[in-house]
Structure formats: C-alpha cells, structure tokens
C-alpha cells in the first residue's frame, strides 16, 4: 500500500531466534500499530504507538517487543520465537480522521 | 471478552443478490465504527465508516446501518458482485485515531 512498507514480506525461522520486522511509513502519521491476523481469531492488536518512543501494549504482547526511534520506523521484535507466533502480521497507521491504513503485511513461520 | 462480534462467520451471496453483515458491540464508548475488507495475501483497506450521530451512511453500493439503541451496526453490499468476493471486517474505536478493535472477520463469497 502507498505510504506503508513491511520487510521482509515472508520469513522462515527456527524456534527460539529473535526476530525483527520492520514498518516503514512515508506519511508522517503519529499513530503506528501492530496487528496479528489468524483464522478463527480476526485481527489482534499487539502493540502501538503514538510518537517516537511512545509505545504501549496490545491484548496480545506477551512475547513481543516494539521500538519506535523515528516516526518513520516501528520495529517489532520476536524475542525467542515459538511456534505460537507463526502468523501474518500487519502494520497500520492512522492519522486522525482518515482511520488505519494497513501494509500488505509479513507472513511468518516458526519452525 | 469479545467486544466486537460478527455475524455470520460465512456468508455466500449470488450475483447481484444484497450481502448483508452484521456486527454487535459492547463498550458504549465506542464512537467510530469503520468496516474494512480484504482481499488474499493484501492488508485489509478501509471500506466505509460511521460515527452514531446518523443511522445510516451510503457509498456507491456499500451501506453501513447503525442502531445505538441494540448497539449494533451492519454492511449492506446492493447489487453483490464476483469481485466482491473477500473477508470483511467489522471494528469499533472510542476515536478516528484511537486503536481499533476488530471483530473476527466473515468470509463473503458472490457466485456467477
């Protein structure tokens, strides 16, 4: 999507590595989040953010990690991968009126 | 606690037939009411949203309802189409730019 980049867009890993992926947005919206999407369970929040160094938890951040050192960037870190973390995980911004914009997002496997 | 739900969970629509989804809420603070739809392997794209001052809001063939009262809101999809064929999403906010929270998604398939 224009504006919202996610890298790598799949990735294979072995359980128990750390794992960063990376949101990169050209908007320069204050908001960023961090959704997970799996059957059955629709899209969860894990972790936002509403400034540089401004993050705070989702309802599902146990085992996950942010960092937002410019507006541009959002880390998310998988501190030791486990097979429960194979998802698709999308990134969204938001600027206020217009909603969440979504990336195409990064599709994750835990082996 | 589930605090949007939707229904159903699937739903098959012949060509040109009226798709309707229905989602049901909560928290009473919510007061942005937006539905997306995705398509495979893509992000989901906002599709048309609502705030509770009007009951209804129209855009080309996608129709949200809203009925604060039951706390409940629907998509209508006139004139349904193949291309049509994705995963909706219902989701609600307590603001435009506060975190959504978003139901489970349903399945819409439109047959030829």
């Known amino acids: 999507d224009a504006g919202i980049t996610q890298s790598p867009r799949h990735k294979v890993t072995e359980t128990g590595t750390p794992v960063t992926l990376r949101c990169h947005q050209t908007?320069?919206?204050?908001?960023m989040y961090w959704y997970r999407q799996d059957p059955g369970h629709g899209l969860r929040l894990i972790h936002y953010s509403y400034g540089v160094k401004d993050t705070d938890k989702g309802e599902v951040s146990d085992g996950y990690s942010v960092s937002r050192s410019k507006t541009e960037d959002f880390l998310l870190t998988l501190e030791s991968a486990t097979s429960s973390q194979t998802s698709v995980y999308f990134c969204?911004?938001?600027?206020?009126?217009?909603?969440?914009?979504f990336g195409s997002g990064t599709r994750l496997t835990v082996v | 606690q589930q605090q949007v739900k939707q229904s159903p969970q699937s739903l098959i629509v012949q060509k040109g037939g009226i798709s309707i989804i229905n989602c049901a809420y909560e928290?009473?603070?919510?007061?942005?009411f937006p539905w997306y739809q995705q398509f495979p392997g893509k992000g989901p794209a906002l599709l048309i949203a609502?705030?509770?001052?009007?009951s209804e809001k129209k855009e080309g063939r996608f129709t949200i309802s809203f009925n604060k009262s039951a706390k409940q809101f629907s998509l209508h999809i006139m004139d349904s189409q193949p291309g049509d064929s994705a995963t909706y999403f219902c989701?609600?906010?307590?603001?435009?730019?506060?975190?959504?929270?978003f139901g489970k998604g349903i399945t819409l398939s439109v047959r030829p």
């Open positions: 928290n009473t603070a919510f007061d942005y």
């Open positions: 609502i705030r509770p001052d009007v």
């Open positions: 989701a609600a906010s307590t603001g435009a730019n506060s975190k959504l929270t």
């Open positions: 969204a911004i938001s600027a206020r009126l217009y909603g969440y914009t």
């Open positions: 908007e320069n919206h204050r908001y």
